[in-house]
């Protein structure tokens, strides 16, 4: 399909850690399945933006095996199209009539500068999958693949937030990246980075993402390539400059083919759900990670995109080193699948650990983790992986994690994180 579904800045590393990760460490195929249909029925009891989600979502992000699991959509700095992502929409009696993709197409050309165009695609506003406009365009430099999406998002979401805030550079290397608001409250973020988080191959990704105040999103993506996978980069740079890209998206015709968007019905009645798992503070995760460090690692560096993940970066004079950690309520479902082949602790504490690569696309990358959950009816995981590299997709740094696996598990068993059930 021609639409772009850009990966979440977590979501490659993560894919390559599952990739191939060899003996006793490789994924378990049950309990990802498991644990997709577990996370599906606790989502609607939970605000989940999706920095986890998607591919990601099967495990801690840049962790292999079936550790963590997923947390709902997340591709983000996503593409997104789809009408499913709505929830702050206009009643069905004010909705404008549908605009049909062959205008939302004519439209993207009309607002781009003098060129050739070829391979064009689009969809409606009143499509189910929701409208977007492809094409091929070239203006004398060479070809280049241009991708617009429409939908909606709730104004003031996490969701919206992912959207429009600039990636960790730590997950997802970019040349420049820059979000603000515009003068009527809209949020615009634009985007230089590439197609492949781990730069196998050169082809570049530039984007914009608009969210209004009252919940548009548009988006427009483009490659120096003429499609954004498996072809011969075409030019230098996309097409489009930073001020071009804020152009297109900011323009009317888009917020008005969002709007034609049709209602999606509201269920009559809600489950209330059995167990409301709590939200964790991703600072509360930094401030006791950085308190059960050993003393003789320096951080140089810390961040996280989601409420349940963090990270550091450490060095103990012999190279940095990446340790992240994970903290999740509500998975008791599926303790079977992910300890199946670990111990039990005397007090009921479940663990596991894995030792082996940590990204098949950089020789040498090393990953080790302990997977530990709490006895209880709240499912309280805590999952801590630490790596021979200090960035995703990073040649390695040092010979191996700065912590060993013994540090790992007195970190990961702590009782310092029952503050957090």
């Known amino acids: 399909m021609p639409e772009n579904q850009h990966q979440d800045p977590f979501e490659e590393r993560l894919t390559a850690a599952l990739r191939d990760t060899g003996g006793d460490f490789r994924a378990d195929g049950a309990a990802l399945v498991a644990g997709g249909r577990s996370r599906g029925r606790r989502a609607v009891t939970r605000r989940r933006a999706g920095v986890l989600g998607g591919v990601a979502g099967v495990a801690l992000v840049g962790v292999g095996g079936a550790l963590l699991l997923p947390s709902g959509d997340a591709s983000s700095p996503e593409r997104s199209t789809v009408a499913s992502e709505a929830t702050s929409r206009p009643s069905a009696s004010a909705a404008p009539p549908p605009v ?32 977007y406009a492809y094409a091929v365009y070239d203006d004398g430099e060479g070809a280049a693949a241009l991708s617009m999406g429409l939908g909606r998002v709730e104004p003031g979401s996490e969701r919206a937030r992912q959207l429009t805030e600039c990636p960790d550079k730590t997950f997802t290397p970019h040349d420049a990246c820059d979000s603000s608001r515009l003068p009527d409250g809209s949020l615009l973020r634009l985007f230089q980075g590439y197609e492949y988080a781990d730069r196998r191959v050169d082809t570049k990704l530039w984007s914009a993402d608009l969210v209004t105040s009252t919940g548009q999103h548009v988006s427009l993506s483009e490659w120096n390539s003429p499609a954004q996978k498996g072809a011969p980069i075409s030019r230098e740079d996309p097409p489009l400059s930073t001020a071009q890209l804020k152009e297109v998206v900011t323009a009317d015709v888009w917020r008005r083919a969002v709007d034609a968007m049709p209602v999606e019905p509201k269920p009559s009645g809600s489950a209330t759900p059995e167990h409301t798992p709590p939200e964790t503070s991703g600072e509360s995760i930094s401030e006791i990670l950085a308190g059960l460090l050993p003393e003789k690692l320096d951080v140089v560096g810390q961040g996280g995109q989601d409420s349940e993940f963090r990270y550091v970066v450490v060095d103990d004079g012999s190279g940095g080193s990446l340790v992240q950690v994970n903290v999740q309520h509500g998975m008791g479902d599926v303790a079977d699948q992910l300890y199946g082949s670990g111990e039990t602790l005397p ?27 709490r006895p209880g009816d709240d499912g309280f995981r805590v999952v801590i992986g630490a790596f021979n590299n200090d960035a995703a997709h990073a040649r390695p740094t040092r010979e191996n994690p700065a912590l060993t696996i013994d540090q790992l598990r007195e970190i990961a068993l702590s009782p310092e994180w029952e503050k957090l059930r």
């Open 100 to 131: 049909s993709g062959d205008t939302l197409l004519q439209s993207l050309k009309e607002l781009l500068p003098a060129g050739e165009f070829s391979e064009e695609d689009a969809r409606g506003s009143d499509e189910k999958q929701g409208p």
């Open 347 to 373: 007090d009921g504490t479940r663990v596991a650990v894995r030792q082996g690569p940590g990204d098949d696309r950089v020789a040498g990358v090393l990953m080790w983790t302990v997977d530990t959950m």
